[in-house]
């Protein structure tokens, strides 16, 4: 597994575990424990066959899929009753809110970069920026495991949690970089180099603009999930898409079993580079957005 702190990506030798290697970050002083990890039973109940949540994306998934979306719950609610990373508390809410919502913007993504940038959709190199409790990013990496998911996240409490969680789970796919949108985007070894960026829940579109598309390589793709009605925040955005050098491909319903409503993917193409001045110095997008 691959970890990054400020840019800087490490790989563990085989001698040295994760939780070795997580004592040793320079988190700052907190009641945080590691949780070992044991299966609800309301959670087993939720995903058992024929009893809570029926969703035809869950139920698409293997097996082995399954059981790591089983761990990635229970250990995020673990988590969260000593730090904030979702407003949620309960397992259901969980699979419906989060999990359906983030297995819901495969499809666009897939769809849209058969048709305008590759041949093959199964080893893109994705970017989850404003990761936080790891959505979509780790429900990403896990159902789709020929994808290089980076996990682009500032705060450190919530880097050690996904490093955490992406062990317990098993992600040789995941690397987790702590670091904000706005310094990695100006960083020779990120900048335009991921064949997607995705982002859930960060930002108003016109923003997020700004932040994702200078990491997606020309000819890439930017797809920001949304609510269900985003045309007014796509509108905004128009301009900042098109300084960012991208243009608006679709917008797009996605299906989703939740109570909160339909969802939208807004998807972005790469048309050309960003210009070098973009993104901004860190803070400047969300209080001067273009």
């Known amino acids: 597994m691959l970890i990054s702190l400020s840019s800087r990506v490490f790989t563990l030798p085989s001698t040295l575990s994760l939780g070795t290697f997580i004592k040793h970050l320079p988190t700052p002083k907190s009641s945080l424990q590691f949780y070992p990890i044991s299966i609800h039973k309301a959670t087993r109940a939720l995903f058992s066959a024929g009893g809570g949540i029926h969703s035809t994306h869950f139920e698409g998934l293997t097996s082995n899929q399954k059981h790591q979306i089983h761990v990635y ?70 159902a789709c495991p020929g994808w290089k998911v980076t996990l682009l996240e500032s705060m450190n409490k919530r880097c050690v949690f996904l490093e955490n969680v992406a062990g317990l789970i098993g992600l040789p796919n995941v690397q987790v970089v702590r670091d904000r949108a706005e310094c990695l985007g100006q960083e020779d070894a990120f900048r335009e180099s991921f064949d997607v960026a995705v982002a859930r829940a960060v930002a108003e579109m016109r923003i997020l603009a ?4 200078p990491l997606v390589r020309v000819g890439g793709l930017f797809a920001a999930a949304k609510g269900h009605d985003p045309q007014e925040e796509v509108a905004r955005a128009e301009r900042a898409i098109r300084l960012m050098g991208a243009s608006l491909l679709q917008t797009c319903s996605v299906e989703s079993h939740s109570k ?31």
Do not use: F
């Open 210 to 213: 700004e932040y994702c598309l």
């Open 73 to 142: 719950i229970d250990s995020l609610l673990q988590w969260n009753q000593k730090m904030n990373l979702t407003a949620v508390k309960e397992e259901n809410e969980v699979m419906e809110r989060h999990v359906e919502d983030s297995l819901a913007i495969i499809d666009p993504i897939r769809t849209s970069y058969l048709s305008h940038c590759g041949e093959s959709s199964e080893n893109m190199r994705v970017v989850d920026v404003g990761s936080g409790a790891g959505l979509p990013g780790l429900i990403l990496a896990i």
């Open 260 to 290: 909160y409503g339909q969802r939208t993917a807004v998807i972005c193409l790469k048309d050309g580079p960003t210009p070098k001045k973009y993104p901004r110095a860190p803070g400047t997008p969300s209080k001067l957005p273009l």
